[in-house]
């Protein structure tokens, strides 16, 4: 499709590329320090890792059903919290 448009209207082809790999223990010492300053003292490198490659794996069907759950339950809150406005 956008080859399409590229001779149409240049401006609206998206060539992103991607983003440039940075350097991650730059990145893990940066949410280290500001996980300090919002008070959680316990963290460290070996905790963020694992956090960023836990979003490497696929969703497991309880994961999805799960999020499903916590969606629903946060409609059913929102409309509670306007009736009560009401």
């Known amino acids: 499709m956008n080859g399409s448009w590229k001779n149409l209207w240049k401006e609206c082809v998206n060539d992103f590329a ?3 790999v940075k350097d991650t223990s730059e990145v893990r010492k940066d949410i280290m320090r500001l996980s ?25 069907n309880e ?13 059913d809150d929102d409309a509670n919290k306007e009736e009560e406005t009401v």
């Open 18 to 20: 991607g983003f440039k």
């Open 36 to 60: 300090h300053l919002a008070g959680f003292k316990e963290v460290n490198e070996d905790d963020i890792q694992e956090l960023l490659d836990s979003h490497d794996e696929p969703l497991t």
């Open 63 to 75: 994961d999805l059903m799960q999020l499903e759950q916590e969606r629903a339950h946060n409609e």
